[in-house]
C-alpha cells in the first residue's frame, strides 16, 4: 500500500453510475486508491445539481448534437457537489494541501489541465480542457461511498463547525458568489435575479452585501419566493401570476433594473431579462440551458448597448463560501430541503426535475 489510511479501504462500494440519458444505475464499483499527491475522501453528501438533471434529461452540452461534442463520458460517477472525510492520504498530499487523515475536504467542482493557456494565465476556471468532477472519467464524482481528488485538484478543508448538510452548499453557494461579481453591482443598483434554486438564492445572499437600492427576485414557484427574501429579496415576484417586466418597469420610473443575473436556465427568462435591462445595463447569464436561445439581438446592441457578462464556476469563491457558512450568513434550513439516502438518488432526481416541493436535494452514501 503506497499510502496512508485510518483504516484499510475495502475493495467496492455502491454508486450511482451513468451510462446514458434517463439511464443512472446504483451498483458496485471499485474503491479508488489514492497515488501520489492524491485523496480519497468517504463522502459524507453530496447535492444533486441543476447540471446534473440537464445531464440526466440528454441536453446536447452533454451528450452532443450536430454542433458539439458532449462532455459527459459515460460511465461514470454523477456529482459535483460534496463533502467528505479525508480516509487516505497519497505520498506528498497531506504536505501540498495541509489535510490529514480525519479532516472534513471539499475539492474545487473542476480540476484544470494547468498547462494551457489560460491555466498558465491563472485563470483556471476556463481551462480549454477542464475535467469537471461527475462528468469525465479522469474524476469520478460523488455519488458513491468514496471518491477521489486527482493530482492537480484544488482541495480545502472545511471546519467541522459547519454542518454537513450546510456544508455540501458550498459548491453552488461559490458559484452565486462569482455569479454576483460578474454584476459589478453599485450601492444604487435595482438587481433583479431570476431563479430562486440553489444557484439563485445565493446570488441572491451575494449581491445583498453589495447593499443595492433594491433587489428583485424572480421565480414561478411561490414557496421559493418566500425563501429569497430570507436570503435578502427586498421584493419577490412569480412572473406567472404578474407581468414581472410591468412591475420593475414601474419600481424604476419606466428605466429598468441596472442589473438582471439570469439564474434559471429557461430561454424565456433570457428574453425577459434583456427587456427588463434598462439602457447601457448588465445583464449577466449563469446557468446551463438545455435547449438554445433565439431572442432580439436589437434589444443588446442598438436599442440599449448592454453590457453581456457570462457566469462560469467559482474562481477564488470556495474559501469565501466556506466563511460566510461557518458565519451562518444564509437561511440554510430552508435551501437544503432533503436529504435523501443514495439508494434513492431517482426520487431524488425525480423531484428536482417537478421543482415544485424541493430547493436543494442532497444524497447520504
Request: net charge negative; hydrophobic share 40%.
Amino acid at each position: 500500500m503506497n499510502y496512508r489510511a485510518n483504516e484499510p479501504l475495502p475493495n467496492t462500494m455502491q454508486a450511482v453510475v451513468c451510462y446514458g440519458p434517463e439511464d443512472y444505475r446504483l451498483q458496485e464499483w471499485p474503491v479508488p486508491e489514492p497515488g501520489p499527491e492524491e485523496i480519497v475522501i468517504r463522502v459524507e453528501e453530496a447535492g444533486i445539481c441543476a447540471s446534473d438533471i440537464k445531464c440526466y434529461t440528454g441536453a446536447p452540452l452533454f451528450w452532443g448534437d450536430e454542433q458539439n461534442e458532449g462532455y459527459c463520458q459515460a460511465p461514470v460517477i454523477p456529482g459535483h457537489e460534496f463533502v467528505g472525510e479525508v480516509v487516505a492520504l497519497g505520498e506528498g498530499a497531506e504536505e501540498k494541501y495541509d489535510l490529514a487523515l480525519g479532516d472534513l475536504a471539499i475539492s474545487e467542482q473542476i480540476v484544470p489541465c494547468w498547462n494551457c493557456r489560460f491555466c498558465q494565465n491563472g485563470q483556471y476556471w476556463m481551462c480549454q480542457w477542464p475535467s469537471v468532477y461527475g462528468f469525465r472519467k479522469r474524476v469520478f464524482g460523488a455519488m458513491a461511498e468514496y471518491m477521489l481528488f486527482p493530482r492537480g485538484a484544488i482541495n480545502y478543508k472545511v471546519p467541522k463547525s459547519i454542518p454537513i448538510e450546510h456544508a455540501v452548499y458550498i459548491e453552488p453557494l461559490a458559484c452565486a458568489i462569482h455569479g454576483a461579481q460578474q454584476g459589478n453591482i453599485e450601492f444604487q443598483d435595482v438587481v433583479v435575479v431570476a431563479g430562486a434554486g440553489p444557484l439563485g438564492l445565493g446570488i441572491l445572499a451575494a449581491a445583498k452585501l453589495k447593499t443595492p437600492r433594491l433587489l428583485i427576485a424572480l421565480d414561478l414557484m411561490d414557496h421559493r419566493l418566500g425563501v429569497a427574501k430570507d436570503c435578502g429579496a427586498d421584493i419577490a415576484i412569480n412572473p406567472a401570476k404578474v407581468d414581472a417586466i410591468d412591475e420593475v418597469l414601474k419600481l424604476t420610473d419606466g428605466y429598468g433594473c441596472d442589473v438582471y443575473i439570469e439564474a434559471t436556465g429557461h430561454p424565456a427568462a433570457v428574453e425577459q431579462g434583456l427587456r427588463m435591462t434598462r439602457r447601457l445595463g448588465t445583464f449577466v447569464e449563469f446557468s446551463v440551458m438545455r435547449e438554445s436561445v433565439t431572442t432580439d439581438w436589437n434589444l443588446i446592441g442598438d436599442a440599449k448597448e448592454l453590457t453581456i457578462r457570462g457566469a462560469h464556476l467559482s474562481p477564488h469563491c470556495y474559501p469565501v463560501a466556506i466563511d460566510w457558512l461557518e458565519k451562518e450568513l444564509l437561511p440554510m434550513e430552508h435551501i437544503v430541503t432533503h436529504q435523501m439516502e443514495l439508494a434513492s438518488f431517482q426520487e431524488g432526481i425525480d423531484m428536482i426535475v417537478s421543482g415544485d416541493r424541493s430547493i436543494k436535494v442532497t444524497l447520504r452514501p
